[in-house]
């Protein structure tokens, strides 16, 4: 014990949470006419490699300042942004070749989705309103040459009214629950899948806006459709659809909160309740995560490092 | 200065934040099949009245426990929601006549809504997704046999990504903005409206829902359809658009913050930015609020009395 | 009903949340030996006159822009802050002494507090810890030349493990609550009093600092002192206390969520619970607001016009 | 490519953050008079091991309830709590030895910090004020036989108004950060360190807690005393501090924002500004992210699994 010499461990820098909004306009440069469409990130850049010297002397002749890697965001953002993804890999591959001593990083991006307004029926050129709960996520990982690509959402908030059971469960000195053949399933989707192969036709963005808005569609899906006997069962089930959809993605995870529906107990004011009035419980809360993966296939750790949370 | 005796002046008291959900079955009472409708609430209920004694001298006699006003919440949504606006008034008539020393109070709601899940092109019947960005709000005040309605959103997100300038105002030494004829006008909309009378067909809930459905969708119209000259001037039109078209609503209130979109400066990396990359700022924010109302028409002071914020 | 022409009401606008920080140096100018003193604001200044052509036409020429409030928080801070009270003082000065159309406004801030880092026991000359939870809070506005300086804190989180019960309230239909006469009592507190007159020294900085830090003990102590019979009772008392203590404080408002903490009820496994095991709740809670004032005294609404949220 | 059957990977379940609140009464069971402690926890617990079949086929035989686990928490607070870290041992213990399919899991608390009023100058028996914004942090991992325990803090906000440079760095195309002899430097400290022997005395609880308010006093201490080239000079400093204080703690890791605080430009105001008024940014920050360790010992990525962020 405590023998060693005190010495810097794996370690990452950069700057966080770049607010990015592009506009693409249709015609000529700087069209204030045409149809615009907008793409709204929060970019977060973060390197790895030979930075020992700053953190044992504060030598800073190899640290890529933070100030630099936002500009680079916002440089790079002139040229155009494609996916989340096209524009993580291409600032993964900017700072990994431009300095010998960056030998890899983390490249992270939420997407904030905006609607556009209609107005008399007809979608409005210019004029957006943001829609939805849920934020697309996107994460790029670098270890030298190899590269890994996580993409998911957050905050995907989903509810069913029945079709869902709990029971059968064990029993012990604390088990007080009673068990349900029928109860409100409510949760917050977080989700991350991992692309063994980038999905086709991801040079021209197509690839990747498309996978997401299948595997979020079959989220949803999958989640209204299966007859759900626990939480889990119900996770299982989204993360093989997406597995048995796309054979381009290894793995997913998922880790979902159950947001308990109380049903209330109106007896005492002389009322029944058949199913009807809920309350909406804050805290404490389950929390269910799985991985879902195929048989036989090479974990890859590292595309999941810093990925929160979960096993 | 400092010469009468110290008293209570204004208060009021209750339960803040009950989360209540109702499902409605279609079909047999308990049903599981068939198609469910969820009403997603957040209810607050305070009590104005004679509760002096329980300041002075802790005497209880007359404080209805915020418990109870929790429970009979819940209680009072066994029998049917409707609008919250509907719920709200059926409270205030049920603590303004039940306790003879309670002569006012606020009640209030959000609503969260809630769309269908769509499976294979068809909206489930059981199954949600949390939808759009904001909140629907509600608030009812009760002095004695008057009874003001409030409603309104909150946190509905626009952006437009052209269409806006803002220019000719007035330099001194503190002044350093450029003027711009073109630039990126993004606000997250509160708006509050007073119903001088009540909606037609209140009674069934369509009133005041469908009030709050066309409300929104001219506010949203609105801010897509003016070339905007200043962010004041687009929320007085906000404003004026629901006046004009619902005779039943006295004035409107709105509060916008105007979330900078700044033109990042691409020069210094020899690069132009003909209105495409913007850093979307957080903090410091211009904050712009408004009354639109009619001429000569009462105000109702006690309606605003504790709405926050603004004039 | 929907008779009059629809005209602008009461308005304001400005920045919100300039974020400021002061290093007050010791000795010689731009030293970085000597002891440093720092000051953390949080500063929102908003003008209120003759707008109306701005939301009806979108002229500007009376609109001093948002970016010159912002500008002019940070050039007046160049010269000192003292109380944030008197940071807004000036402001409110400046503004409507400066634009002939500015004849008001509100200037609001938010102290964020900092202590000495401790070394060896001593406090470190230039490296601080953020402590305490609570926010002083300070909102002057102005209407014309009458000025109207509000202090206050908010987050004050306080917990007494017993001293505090709550019985003798009225059961109805809807009341299950059991009487209890040893309770948890948490809050968190939110305060705003009036100076009547500005404290002794206040043109120094030391009377509104010295008041705010003798209110809040008082608030304090009295919290702990009393034996609670309602948390309607504790609030009373604690406006009191700084009413009878403070003659040039007209008025004091308290807005005072009841933080349940519920007993566990452990007898399923078998173990009884003698006060000992809580369950902290977070929604619904109760919420008690009051105004404590001197009898006979006006109120004076204009300094409360934009408080959130009570009576 | 997507070859092999899809399975369910590492999964884990639970309940999460039951809000515990545990009063120690000085002198008789249920006694109100005497000293009270308050120990006040937000406690997470989650298992591992064969769930499989109710995964796949929802099937709950095995499945503890995450409401089972919520009731183990709150009745094994009833025997005392001590350090948090002993909370969660004695948990982790429970689930792996009385359910033969559970081989692990992952224990969490936060617990939130309570300073005694002060009345007459003397700290009050039972009434308390929330101090301090930082938030002490445990996690208990069990994997079979095996024990790992972190210890941390996050919310630590510090700040120091000189004796912190940047100079030195590289600069490329997108490089325009001037180098500074001078500048603030702020940030919020998140720390986690793992024991690789728990701390003497840790059975009394005495060792946790007294480790624990040693390495947030060094932190702080080492953060004061450096005078700083980088902020990753500055949390390496720190973690080194931390190791060669304790040799129980085998690694420590940090994760601390770069909190920007901007020297305004007053110079189009006439005015200077040597060092004094500053801009304090909300987003982007930097953000700096390291692990100090001993040489050739032993990594344990299974007491990392779960932790949130970094390398």
Known sequence: MATGDVVLGENQYGKAECRLVRVDREGSTGSTSGKHRITDLTVTSQLRGDFAACHTDGDNSQVVAT???????????????????????RL??????????????????QQHSWDRIEVGGE???????????????TLVQRDGDEVFVLAGLRDLT????????FAGFPRDR???????????????????????????????????DATYAA????????FADLHSLALQQTIFAMGKAVLEAFPGIAEVRLSCPNNHHFLVDLAPFGLDNPGEVFLAADRPYGLIQATVQREGEAREPRAWATVAGFA
């Open 174 to 208: 604390y088990t007080t629950l009673p068990e349900t053949d029928d109860r409100i399933l409510a949760t917050d989707v977080t989700a991350w899948w991992r692309y063994a192969e980038l999905p086709p036709g991801s040079d021209g963005s197509n690839g990747f």
């Open 215 to 222: 595997v979020r569609d079959l989220l949803l899906e999958t």
């Open 123 to 137: 979608p409005h050129d210019h004029s957006f309103v943001r829609t939805g709960r849920e934020t697309r996520t």
């Open 67 to 89: 100030d630099t890697q936002k500009n680079t965001v916002y440089a790079f953002a002139r040229d155009g942004i494609g996916a989340p993804e096209e524009l993580l890999l």
């Open 158 to 165: 989903v509810l069913k009214s029945t079709g869902s059971e």
């Open 92 to 109: 993964a591959e900017h700072f990994t070749t431009g300095f010998p001593w960056v030998d890899g990083g983390r490249w992270e991006a």
